[in-house]
């Protein structure tokens, strides 16, 4: 199995990104290309790792998008409509995680959260825009998600066509997107029985300043000693 990693960083999280990187020694097997998106380029010592700044990696920029947080509505259609990997398959990953032990799977995995969410306006708009009622009832939103470009080319519309629809459709708090409850739930119920779910332990981090780096640091090399596949290292704006 060939796929890639694809790591979603903000300025707030540059300091994070090395271990985030490190971290990916833990996935069995280990992606054959590394690609880190964020608004400035990068270069990193010891890892192969392409750098892509944010208006490289789409045809549309943030301010085609009047959500009121144009960033993350970004990062969710750049899962959903890169394609700039050498492979079909790729993870997408936050890139304020770290990984804490061996993560083993297949092309067909969906890793599940232990944190429980459900958030009515995704539902909604999976409803009324893809006629798709999910028949699972958990989440598939964690802080990583193997995507299929074949699987996604689909059901997904023509990017700027669909750009355009939620324009429309996110002036109503009705209506939500999250990319990875919308691909995991069709995947979940158009092949059925075809991807096996794999439950995931996690710990969360998060305060609204700047972490220093060696509390970064602290903060990985404590949770080495923890029952936990993950660690996420949040700030909050």
């Known amino acids: 199995m060939n796929y890639d990693a694809v790591i979603l960083s903000h300025p707030k999280d540059y300091n994070k990104l090395v271990y985030c990187l490190e971290s990916l020694s833990y996935l069995k097997p280990y ?8 608004p400035h380029k990068h270069e990193f ?12 990696a789409l045809e549309i920029t943030f301010e085609d998008i009047k959500y009121k947080r144009p ?11 890169q394609d700039f990997t050498e492979n079909d398959l790729y993870m997408v990953i936050d ?10 799977f297949s092309g067909k995995t969906f890793f599940l959260s232990d944190r429980e969410q459900w958030h009515k306006p995704y539902f909604n708009f999976m409803k009324d825009y893809f006629n798709l009622v999910p028949n699972f009832d958990k989440t598939f939103i964690n802080d990583f998600m193997l995507f299929d470009k074949e699987i996604l080319r689909k059901f997904m519309p023509d990017l700027k066509d669909f750009v355009k629809d939620l324009n429309h ?4 708090e009705n209506y939500l997107l999250a990319d990875y409850e919308l691909y995991g739930h069709w995947v979940y119920n158009n092949m059925p ?6 439950p995931t332990k ?6 609204f300043d700047m972490w220093r780096d060696e509390h970064i640091k602290l903060i990985v090399e404590t ?14 704006t």
């Open 193 to 198: 029985g075809e991807y096996t779910l794999k």
């Open 45 to 56: 010592n010891g890892i192969d790792v392409t750098s892509i700044q944010d208006h490289e």
């Open 95 to 104: 890139g304020d995680i770290m990984f804490n032990r061996d993560i083993k």
């Open 223 to 236: 949770c080495k000693e923890l029952d936990i596949d993950l660690l996420s290292i949040h700030t909050w």
């Open 31 to 38: 992606p054959e290309n590394i690609y880190v998106v964020s």
């Open 71 to 81: 960033f993350w509505i970004f990062q969710q259609l750049l899962g959903l409509y």
């Open 169 to 172: 459709w996110l002036q109503d």
């Open 202 to 207: 996690q710990k969360m981090f998060g305060q």
